[in-house]
């Protein structure tokens, strides 16, 4: 129990650990296991404040030419009615965004050639002309020229998760894709001028603890403005649909503690997974360092068929998005922002290349 809680306070102090600190954490219990969160929760609010920043997401395409194992939008997926939504449908969403008191709108879509990257530019062009909404892309690996010429269009952040640390993990459950490929892309992204988010999928099927603690590690080494992790939740009609969740839930919770506890200037979201795990998943992480929410506005009969995995928060039509979710943040006692809530630059990192760089 000292031991631990000694291990605790070297990670606050340095904000570094080795594996078998971090496993000794994610393994802690009771008293000490509160202390994770409670740590996680007074850095969050020492740097970030009170305050939760909101970020509209479009899911504008579930038509993916990738076969990810654990994906229920996956090409090879059963059953699935695939649509795109045009430029017109996203701009008219990236709207309402904006008057749902949004700083950000976030477009994500499958692995889809239609969404070619001439074409996403023009889109992000137009939602620049039409909003003052910071853009954040979350569309698969891109090269550096592609990466660019986004940038260029006026996006402002991207969103690539790495999934797992573990290479022969990864190559298992992406079919199609090289990890070195995917870090190259997440790595590219501050050269190219826009704040890098990433993440991984907690608890993939073949991972355990000591991957969980590599996975940590990871990110941290990545040195990212944004930190995406959730829970990973077998989805019906997949290979992977009769994997289990961690039979440890709070390694869920804890995962996010130490994140926030290593990387204090991060934004870090509390991702929907999280609901799929259990009933007000999502205050849970907010709780334990997650400084964001990401209200989905996908219009509904689109919505419905975005399911990377099952558990989603349902579309309720009568209810006013931006309000629920204030609602939501303010019954733990937080505010929301409609700022653009840009990435934080401390001193320790020195600036950022994309304050210097307009590519
Ligand atoms: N469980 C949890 N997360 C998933 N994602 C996709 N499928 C699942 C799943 N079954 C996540 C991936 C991807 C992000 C957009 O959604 O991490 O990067």
Do not use: W
Not at 145 to 158: H, I, M, S, T, W
Not at 198 to 212: E, H, N, Q, R
């Amino acid at each position: 129990m000292i031991q631990t809680i000694e291990t605790l306070e070297k990670i606050i102090e340095t904000g570094t650990a080795d594996l078998s600190e971090i496993i000794e954490l994610l393994e802690s219990r009771d008293d000490e296991q509160q202390l994770l969160y409670s740590a996680a929760r007074e850095i969050t609010q020492n740097i970030h404040g009170n305050v939760i920043f909101l970020r509209g997401l479009i899911e504008f395409s579930n038509c993916c030419c990738n076969n990810c194992l654990y994906c229920g939008i996956r090409a090879g997926a059963p059953g699935i009615q695939r649509y795109r939504m045009s430029a017109d449908e996203i701009v008219a969403t990236a709207l309402k965004i904006k008057a749902s008191h949004c700083g950000t709108v976030v477009l994500q879509g499958g692995v889809d050639p239609d969404f070619s990257t001439a074409k996403l530019a023009e889109i992000i062009k137009q939602i620049k002309a039409e909003t003052s909404l910071a853009v954040t892309l979350s569309v698969g690996t891109k090269t550096e020229e592609e990466l660019l010429v986004l940038r260029q269009a006026g996006a402002d952040r991207f969103l690539l998760r790495f999934e797992t640390s573990d290479q022969a993990i990864f190559s298992k459950i992406h079919p199609f894709e090289s990890f070195e490929q995917r870090v190259a892309c997440i790595r590219n992204l501050r050269p190219c001028g826009l704040q890098a988010g990433s993440g991984f999928m907690i608890g993939v099927p073949g991972s355990d603890i000591k991957t969980i603690a590599s996975d940590i590690l990871f990110t941290k080494n990545l040195e990212l403005d944004m930190i995406g992790c959730g829970p990973f939740i077998p989805s019906p009609g997949t290979p992977l649909a009769q994997e289990s969740l961690l039979s440890d839930l709070s390694v869920y919770y804890k995962t996010l503690a130490l994140i926030r506890i290593m990387n204090p200037y991060a934004h870090i979201p509390a991702t929907t997974a999280f609901d799929s795990l259990c009933d007000g998943g999502r205050d849970e992480v907010m709780k334990c360092g997650a400084n964001v929410f990401m209200p989905n506005f996908t219009p509904p009969h689109y919505k419905k068929e975005y399911n990377l995995y099952p558990g989603k928060p349902q579309v309720d039509t009568s209810i006013d998005i931006y309000e629920a979710v204030k609602e939501r943040i303010e019954k733990m006692g937080r505010t929301v922002s409609s700022a653009i809530g840009d990435a934080i630059q401390p001193d320790a990192y020195g600036k950022n290349e994309y304050e210097h760089n307009n590519c």
